[in-house]
Nanobody
């Protein structure tokens, strides 16, 4: 089974920080890109950024540029989304998904449960 499980969401004040985790099982992150997506209620799901198989962030959305950073720890088979300077507009359910390459499609066309991030004072 190829599976990714998101965690680390929660309530944070505007300007605060949060780090989300994406734990992989059934495959190794070495040969895959990990895309981070988010979806607010009533809104379309949007791409946030993608972590390449080599560990760099790419395809960073303009809305989060300079504030969000992707990374991964191959030893833990886990990818991360570091979110700084959070804004209320960042409130959404965040999802991660495997890509064959960050420049290409997701491996599967289904989504996990995601993790809720709420930015509010």
């Amino acid at each position: 089974q190829l599976q990714l499980v998101e965690s680390g969401g929660g309530l944070v004040q505007p300007g605060g920080s949060l780090r989300l985790s994406c734990a992989a099982s059934g495959f190794t992150l070495n040969y895959y890109g990990i895309g981070w997506f988010r979806q607010a209620p009533g809104k379309e799901r949007e791409g946030v950024l993608c972590i390449s198989s080599s560990g760099g962030s790419t395809n960073v959305a303009d809305s989060v540029k300079g504030r969000f950073t992707g990374s991964k720890d191959n030893a833990k088979n886990t990818a991360y989304l570091q979110m700084d300077s959070l804004k209320p507009e960042d409130t959404a359910v965040y999802y991660c998904a495997p890509h064959y390459y960050c420049s290409g499609p997701r491996v599967y066309d289904y989504w996990g449960q995601g993790t809720q991030v709420t930015v509010s004072s």
